[in-house]
């Protein structure tokens, strides 16, 4: 399967506590997409990061990508409660149409 | 900017009778697809669309689901006959292209269920 790995499958912590997940993922790729998805608003994108860059920000968010590892990363620092939800890997794979290929998810919970 | 839009958001349906779903992408994007996601699991690719030409449809159960995007605009997905394990959350979303680096924009979601 194409399909990438996300690491840990449930996380829950304290509001205010960082929030680490981990994608992995098997062949070469373009970008690695980072996306949320709760109850309230769908599924959103976070963050997008080419093959070539390392890391990305955005507010309280961090990627990294080691593509010698063929991983990534997405750390939200001082979560709050309104951070939980399901955080989705997806991986646009080199000569694949732009067809994403998604994990199963990381469900994250903040607890107040 | 209008988002991606879906309808209806809720659908049940007995097996074995049909359904369909309608999606009216961002306007102005080229890009289309249509996602199956059930429940714990992420979104699974069924079929993806670049204006009005299919992309890819290696995930789509042909002799049970179709999918049309006239004039390259707003799309539909068909279900006939629906099965039980069809029952799931169906997702649209639309990017500007293929070319470049786009994320994708995602619908609210139809969420079918299959008694």
């Known amino acids: 399967s194409q399909q990438g790995e996300e690491d840990p499958q449930a996380l829950s912590i304290q509001e205010g506590e960082n929030a680490t997940m981990n994608c992995s993922y098997k062949t070469s790729i373009n970008n690695l997409q980072w996306y949320r998805q709760n109850s309230g608003r769908g599924l959103v994108h976070l963050i997008l990061?080419?093959?070539n860059e390392r890391e990305k920000h955005s507010g309280r968010l961090r990627v990294t990508l080691d593509t010698s590892k063929k991983s990534s990363s997405l750390l939200i620092t001082a979560s709050r409660a309104a951070d939980t939800a399901s955080y989705f890997c997806?991986?646009?794979?080199?000569?694949?149409?732009?067809?994403?290929?998604w994990g199963l998810g990381t469900s994250l919970a903040v607890n107040p | 900017e209008a988002g991606v839009a879906q309808s209806p958001r809720y659908k049940i349906i007995e097996k074995r009778q049909s359904v369909a779903f309608w999606c009216n992408p961002i306007s102005g994007h080229a890009t289309l697809y249509w996602y199956q996601q059930i429940l714990g699991q992420g979104p699974k690719l069924l079929i993806q669309f670049q204006n009005n030409g299919v992309v890819d449809d290696s995930q789509l159960p042909k002799d049970r689901f179709s999918a049309e995007r006239l004039k390259g605009v707003d799309s539909t997905l068909k279900i006939q006959p629906a099965k039980l394990e069809d029952s799931a959350v169906y997702l649209c979303a639309s990017s500007p292209s293929l070319a470049g680096y786009y994320e994708q924009y995602f619908g609210p979601g139809t969420r079918l269920t299959v008694t």
């Open positions: 990061i080419r093959s």
């Open positions: 997806a991986t646009d794979f080199a000569g694949n149409n732009r067809k994403l290929i």
